[in-house]
């Protein structure tokens, strides 16, 4: 029974009627107060991402474990991979496109709504910092190329070589050829997307990426776009997604899968229908990627994707989890 229906239907009179053992049966980490219209047992904090970017989601649980909120651990989460130069899909060594550059997209959101993104933003290596400048310092949501790169710089972001001498050399290996054939698993996990809800049960996301490797210069995918590459709704949940970001965002994925979950679906389950609604419009094709994750109010998790292989990392108060994903195709 929701509480607040529990409430309104009860005989007891006065809130200070209400006895001990109801109070102690809330985890002290809850915010009763975000307790209406949601139905117990609450898992928060928590914080989840795409792919198995344990360090991304061990930094953002630093930040709930804490008590910070959850902008600023989904924030900190992803800044781990957009500064490791080892993850060659996000950030400083990210591939770049066909001409040699490294173009970053990103998105934030928070609780209220607010959101903020960066779109082919070059020579800065934390783009998911700029999105949340642009959604706190600006009248917009979105700003792009050259732009973004100047609003960054006049914010004190410094400017840096993003294409490290390992993503050179494989661009340069790639141009003997010029084949763009992404690889499943590899090429295809260009993203990472976060989504956190902190001890007051407020739920925050970012998206942060640096694109298809040897892309057509200029190409923007579903990443930095609110609605297909993440989405936030503070009452309902949050999704977010990586792959092939042209499918997702012909499906305004993101934001299908919280619609879904508005209307009564689980989290597992709005992921297998988004990932449904994409396969239903690609019948033929079986060349791509897509893995989406989403989580509710309650704090409860999904996921799924087209191929075996993708997984997310969890972490709560139980620990740090890997989780693999179900897949349409089966193994």
């Known amino acids: 029974m929701k509480r607040r229906n529990f409430l309104k239907n009860s005989t007891i009179g006065t809130a200070g009627l209400i006895t001990a053992p109801i109070l102690a049966s809330f985890d002290s980490t809850e915010s009763i107060n975000s307790l209406d219209n949601v139905d117990l047992p609450i898992q928060w904090p928590i914080a989840i991402c795409t792919w198995n970017f344990a360090n991304a989601t061990a930094k953002a649980w ?5 008590g910070g909120n959850s902008l600023d651990a989904v924030e900190q989460g992803v800044m781990v991979e ?13 591939r770049p496109d066909r001409d040699g550059h490294v173009t970053l997209d990103a998105c934030i959101m928070d609780k209220d709504g607010n959101c903020g993104a960066v779109i082919y933003l070059q020579n800065i290596t934390h783009a998911v910092s700029v999105a949340r400048r642009v959604m706190e310092e600006t009248p917009h949501v979105m700003l792009a190329g050259k732009g973004a790169e100047q609003f960054a710089y006049e914010k004190g972001f ?8 390992k993503s050179k050399a494989e661009w340069t ?8 054939k992404p690889v499943i698993n ?10 956190a809800i902190d001890k007051n049960g407020e739920i925050s996301g970012a998206c942060t990426t640096s694109g298809m490797a040897y892309k057509y210069g200029g190409r923007v995918g579903d990443s930095p776009i609110i ?3 993440l989405f936030v709704d503070n009452e309902v ?4 997604a990586t792959g092939v970001g042209e499918e997702v965002v012909r499906t305004v994925g993101s934001f299908l899968i919280v619609e879904l979950m508005r209307q009564g ?5 709005a992921c297998e229908e988004g990932v449904k609604r994409i396969m239903d419009k690609n019948k033929d094709r079986r060349d791509f990627q897509i893995g989406f994750i989403a989580i509710n109010k309650k704090g409860e998790t999904g996921s799924y994707c087209i191929h075996p292989g993708f997984s997310y990392s969890m972490y709560t108060k139980a620990g740090q989890v890997n989780k693999p994903s179900e897949s349409y195709i089966k193994p």
């Open 62 to 66: 630093e930040v709930l474990s804490a």
């Open 82 to 94: 957009e500064a490791d130069v080892n993850n060659q899909t996000v950030g400083k060594g990210g």
């Open 158 to 165: 410094k400017k840096e070589d993003l294409l490290t001498d």
């Open 173 to 180: 290996t790639w141009k003997k050829t010029s084949q763009y």
């Open 186 to 195: 590899i090429e295809n996990h260009d993203t990472i997307g976060m989504l």
């Open 227 to 229: 609605g297909a590459g």
């Open 237 to 240: 949940g949050g999704a977010t």
């Open 265 to 269: 679906k689980t989290p597992q389950e």
